[in-house]
């Protein structure tokens, strides 16, 4: 049973300055921290609190974001990035704890969320889109809105598109006009939604010309651990405009099992298991 918050063994990872859209330039800084006890039992009230939480039972975790930092915790570590510089980040490792410290004594008062965030599909909501990237939404393509849309960091209405949904099913029309089938996005009406919606005006797109090789920079992968390279970062950009492995084998000159390896390395260095997981995370970074 959890009894206090304490932590130890705080180890920071540097990968030098990095540019992001909008900014100038930054030092990008990861961190993590180890906790002294088992912090599941306080999720459902970090989920019920934290600002942009998502609750995760695969493996368990809870996501969100403190003091403009995107925070992971699991029940025996934490990681957060990015912040500006190594000196920053142990105070920002004391204002993290004494914040799940805050939540656990109000533990009390707070009615626990213990709903797990369901992403939508982003080739289902693809359905939903016009497939012409006309950026009305504020995003490059259609498939960097489908992903946010489905880490619900926009809302739908952003898409002047869309058809109108019956609660929060949407109806998929053919090119007749014709209903064929729906798809129900799973929104909660976070106000952060609203907030995170960015037009990506910035942002470097990937050539339309399919021969062409993306140029990507690949500083934006310094942000992790493990480092994406370069070719990952051009095979991330192609998976976020929907490529097959044989696309992006005949984009870019190399055989798909070279393909398949680097999108395997790709899935270990950011944590997730399939495709539509990297897109997302590559649309936040503004790859796509």
Request: glycine share 8%; with cysteine; hydrophobic share 40%.
């Amino acid at each position: 049973m959890l009894s206090r918050i304490g932590y130890h063994t705080l180890s920071t990872y540097s990968d030098g300055p990095m540019k992001q859209a909008g900014e100038k330039g930054r030092f990008a800084v990861m961190c993590r921290f180890y906790f002294e006890e088992d912090m599941t039992p306080l999720f459902p009230y970090i989920n019920a609190e934290a600002d942009g939480a998502e609750l995760y039972d695969h493996p368990p975790m809870v996501r969100f974001i403190f003091n403009h930092v995107f925070c992971v915790v699991y029940p025996d570590r934490c990681i957060a990035s990015p912040m500006e510089s190594i000196d920053a980040v142990r105070v920002f490792a004391d204002d993290l704890v004494a914040y799940l410290a805050s939540v656990f004594h109000r533990k009390g008062d707070i009615v626990p969320k213990y709903t797990l965030f369901k992403p939508g599909a982003v080739p289902e909501i693809l359905k939903l889109l016009p497939g012409t990237n006309c950026g009305d939404c504020g995003m490059k393509t259609c498939i960097a809105f489908a992903a946010m849309l489905a880490k619900q960091k926009v809302l739908p209405g952003k898409c002047p598109h869309m058809s109108r949904p019956l609660a929060q099913t949407y109806p998929v029309f053919d090119n007749a006009g014709r209903q064929v089938s729906q798809v129900t996005l799973h929104l909660d009406g976070r106000p952060e939604a609203k907030e995170q919606t960015s037009a990506r005006t910035d942002h470097k797109s990937i050539p339309e010309n399919p021969s062409s090789k993306p140029k990507i920079d690949g500083r934006i992968g310094d942000i992790l651990p493990d480092p994406l390279t370069q070719r990952e970062m051009q095979v991330l950009a192609l998976m976020g405009e929907g490529r097959t492995n044989p696309e992006i084998s005949g984009t870019l000159g190399i055989s798909p099992h070279t393909v398949k390896s680097h999108v395997i390395n790709i899935f270990n260095k950011l944590g997730v298991n399939h495709r539509t997981q990297a897109v997302v995370w590559a649309a936040r970074q503004g790859i796509i």
